[in-house]
């Protein structure tokens, strides 16, 4: 008799089973990387089902509605493919559908509704790695829609800037913009979007104590914003704090004599520390 090695134990056997689709979600969902087997040996699968068997003592069992998250999580790439599919062959009216679908299985997943999620609604349910991906998605819906629908082009575009504050991505969107404005239908929304993307600038403090956005100094600083800050956690978090509050900061600064001048002797000093 022919025997076939188990991809898990890599035991040869004299044949593989079915691990079910229930008893796969149910060992992802415990963060089990058994999850990901699709066949094993029969001693395998006697261990997974054991190993349900201790973790339903401890936990609750998969509720109905886990499952379903669960599946919709995994649908969300096949839709992503085909849409990406869509897209290149420039078949947007197809891709649109495809990308709304993933947008309604974020909100299903994350449990918040689409104009509410911010990049905390990601990190609380530990999905920050498909903050990106819904970005990239935003500024697909912005081109599905374009020339067709400029208010859903609009709503994708807040929704963008406000996510991609504190992502490393906002440079590569705001070049896309920029290159994209040849081709657009709608030139004048792509033109308002680079605005956009240069307003938001949201160096507060540096803008409050140079007086302008377009300082050099305060461009060194957002510079290092986009560059060396926001490729680390640290830095991401540090940025989201920043936001949250140097907006009070500047507020109570204002009220302060001399504090414009104090400020920019201190920012030029830290602006001297930073690695160009
Ligand atoms: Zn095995």
Redesign the pocket.
């Known amino acids: 008799m022919d025997l076939i090695n188990?991809?898990?134990?890599?035991?040869p056997?004299p044949g593989l089973m079915d691990v079910k689709v229930e008893l796969q979600n149910f060992l992802l969902l415990h963060q089990s990387s058994d999850g990901l087997f699709k066949k094993?040996?029969s001693?395998?699968?006697q261990?997974f089902e054991d190993s349900i068997h201790d973790l339903s003592l401890i936990q609750n069992r998969m509720s109905a509605a886990d499952i379903v998250r669960m599946q919709l999580w995994n649908k969300r790439l096949d839709l992503i493919k085909e849409a990406l599919g869509l897209m290149k062959s420039e078949a947007y009216s197809q891709a649109l559908p495809k990308y709304e679908e993933y947008l309604k299985i974020i909100e299903q997943v994350l449990g918040v509704p689409s104009a509410s999620i911010s990049s905390q609604s990601f990190a609380g349910a530990g999905k920050s790695e498909e903050l990106p991906v819904y970005c990239l998605v935003l500024w697909d819906l912005i081109i599905c829609n374009d020339g067709l629908n400029e208010a859903a082009q609009r709503a994708a575009a807040d929704k963008m800037l406000e996510l991609v504050k504190v992502s490393p991505l906002r440079k590569t969107l705001s070049d896309r913009a920029r290159q994209y404005q040849k081709k657009a239908k709608n030139k004048k929304f792509f033109k308002r979007l680079q605005k956009d993307f240069r307003n938001d600038r949201g160096c507060y403090v540096a803008t409050f104590a140079y007086e302008s956005a377009d300082h050099s100094q305060v461009k060194a600083l957002r510079n290092f914003r986009d560059t060396v800050l926001i490729q680390s956690g640290f830095g991401r978090t540090f940025i989201s704090a920043y936001y949250l509050l140097s907006p009070m900061l500047v507020k109570v600064l204002r009220k302060i004599p001399g504090a414009r001048k104090f400020s920019r002797i201190f920012l030029d000093w830290l602006i001297a520390l930073l690695p160009n």
């Open positions: 188990c991809p898990r134990c890599h035991t056997s094993v040996c001693t395998c699968l261990n």
